[in-house]
């Protein structure tokens, strides 16, 4: 910090250092561009990368009623810090509305509303208290569906319970609080269906298309092996990747999906297949493939996800922000 203080100093007092003609055309493009202004690039060169970010996600969150569009391209362009990202999240799906004032009395309805729903399913004894947390939250989504099984019904969740239950145990582990991980899994699961559920199908196609733009031999390989139709589709794009990435990495996903993106599942996809090529080409038989990109290794996803991200913006462009 010490380190910090000095340079900062430094460059405060030394500004002909920073005036020559390249200084000057890459100040202009700064100046167009509000969020990346010379102490916010600064600050990224010292290790102290979002600091500006995060200020302006401060004063985005200061508003009253607060502006959903505008939190939505900010979560599209930038990760959100992780000491706001459960309280945006509520925000972008729903669960507390956009007037700050009333958060407090709307968080009390939900939780009046978690322990009717659980109250109501131990009456009718489909869970009791030795039930796992994400099976009481399948239930409770069920029954606020209007699609709870008799429990002489009752027989193993299928794959829409599955994709289900992905989400909610990895939102647990991102969300200790089991009345915020209900509404949060039951929020995002709903609004990923409806607003994409039709374009999923979709998705190994767009896959097909950004791989080939990117490295065309490994998606000729993974053709002539069979793999491409093997992928493990399910999981990635159904289930948003739960199961599949570490929940530090995951929730970077999420950003994008609660903000309005399903394309960013594409490009993760596309940067997994990139980053494990070596290991796929490899592999003759299309099971094996998709086994091993089931249960890839945890140790670089954030570094897979970074990429993702990046190659999202080239395809795709990033949001001008306005705040």
């Known amino acids: 910090m010490l380190l910090f203080n000095v340079l900062l100093r430094h460059v405060h007092r030394s500004p002909r250092s920073c005036c020559g003609p390249g200084a000057r055309a890459a100040g202009g493009v700064m100046a167009d561009d509000p969020q990346r202004n010379f102490r916010s690039a600064y600050y990224e060169k010292v290790g102290f990368r979002g600091v500006e970010e995060k200020k302006s996600l401060e004063i985005l969150l200061k508003d009253n009623p607060l502006d959903v569009e505008k939190l939505c391209t900010f979560s599209q362009r930038f990760p959100l810090p992780s000491m706001y990202r459960v309280h945006v999240w509520k925000v972008l799906l ?45 239930r409770m989504f069920q029954l606020e569906g209007q699609e709870l099984p008799r429990c002489s019904d009752l027989t193993p969740p299928d794959d829409t319970c599955e994709d289900f239950l992905a989400v909610a145990r990895s939102m647990e582990e991102i969300v200790k609080d089991p009345v915020d991980c209900y509404w949060l899994t039951k929020c995002f699961v709903s609004q990923f269906n409806n607003k994409f559920g039709d374009s999923v199908p979709h ?47 995951l929730q970077r996903v999420w950003d994008k999906v609660i903000s309005g993106s399903c394309k960013i599942l594409v490009f993760v996809a596309v940067e997994i297949l990139l980053s494990y090529k070596m290991v796929l080409v490899g592999l003759s038989r299309a099971e094996v493939v998709a086994q091993f990109l089931s249960s890839i290794p945890q140790e670089n996803t954030d570094a897979i996800v970074t990429k993702a991200i990046d190659l999202w913006h080239k395809y795709c462009g990033a949001p001008t922000h306005s705040a």
């Open 94 to 138: 729903g669960i507390l509305p956009p007037h700050s004032d009333s958060h407090i009395l709307v968080a009390g309805y939900r939780r009046e509303q978690y322990e009717d729903l659980r109250g109501a399913l131990q009456a009718m004894r489909f869970i009791n208290d030795g039930t796992p947390q994400v099976e009481v939250h399948l």
């Open 203 to 249: 998705l190994p196609k767009s896959l097909e298309h950004y791989l080939n733009m990117e490295d065309s031999c490994l998606l000729a390989h993974l053709k002539s092996s069979g793999a491409l139709g093997k992928l493990p589709y399910g999981l990635w794009f159904r289930r948003c990747f739960s199961g599949c990435l570490p929940e530090c990495s």
